[in-house]
Antibody
Framework: QVQLVQSGAEVKKPGSSVKVSCKAS????????ISWVRQAPGQGLEWMGG????????NYAQKFEGRVTITADESTSKAYMELRSLRSDDTAVYYC?????????????????WGQGTTVTVSS | DIQMTQSPSSVSASVGDRVTITCRAS??????LAWYQQKPGKAPELLIY???SLQSGVPSRFSGSGSGTDFSLTISSLQPEDFATYYC?????????FGQGTKLAIK
């Protein structure tokens, strides 16, 4: 069973960038789409973007287009999410989550494995 | 983008009650809908995938139905551990949008 382990909490200044990692253990995520989902305090879940490792191309929610980059390295079983030009409203818990692709290219069966979450605090 | 609308946004119920949460997609998504449960301070957990398939390890009191644009999650007999927030998500294509969530509280 694949498990996802994320990097630790970050405190950042407005205008800076943050890069969060997500390592898969116990298996490969090559047949999965790895998504990044964030949750601001007291708010709902927000899908930011995802990447299918075997294809290597990422797709982003329009809200984050141009400000986020998601990458994956199959050789190390790691995925990364970099968010730039941070603002105070980017303060949130960021999750990586994996879902199995069932119909190519992007239909998945639901995100059945989640990282533990990484708290990113943006404050001057 | 496909918009997902859940209702109600919150509901109060008692242990043993039957509860149904609905989710509507702004366009047809076949059966590619997932339901998640989230408890405070925890990562979400997958309950149902492909609209009606129960994820391994999830109690059978949870069930899902629907196709096209209208879906529902039913908990047949609420247990104390079921009080949480529930989210639907369309899983047919990018971006995988979520509903706004339904908070299930104890009456």
């Amino acid at each position: 069973q694949v498990q996802l382990v994320q990097s630790g909490a970050e405190v950042k200044k407005p205008g800076s960038s943050v890069k969060v990692s997500c390592k898969a253990s116990g298996g490969s995520f090559s047949s999965h789409v790895i998504s990044w989902v964030r949750q601001a305090p007291g708010q709902g879940l927000e899908w930011m973007g995802g990447i299918i490792a075997i294809f290597g191309t990422a797709n982003y929610a329009q809200k984050f287009e141009g400000r986020v980059t998601i990458t994956a390295d199959e050789s190390t079983s790691k995925a990364y999410m970099e968010l730039r030009s941070l603002r105070s409203d980017d303060t949130a818990v960021y999750y990586c989550a994996g879902g199995r692709i069932v119909v190519e290219p992007t239909t998945m069966a639901g995100m059945d494995v989640w990282g533990q979450g990484t708290t990113v605090t943006v404050s001057s | 983008d496909i918009q997902m609308t859940q209702s109600p946004s919150s509901v109060s119920a008692s242990v043993g009650d039957r509860v149904t949460i609905t989710c509507r997609a702004s366009q047809g998504i076949s059966s590619w809908l997932a339901w998640y449960q989230q408890k405070p301070g925890k990562a979400p957990e997958l309950l149902i995938y492909a609209a009606s398939s129960l994820q391994s390890g999830v109690p059978s009191r949870f069930s899902g139905s629907g196709s096209g644009t209208d879906f529902s999650l039913t908990i047949s007999s609420l247990q104390p551990e079921d009080f949480a927030t529930y989210y639907c998500q369309q899983a047919t294509s990018f971006p995988y949008t979520f509903g706004q969530g339904t908070k299930l509280a104890i009456k």
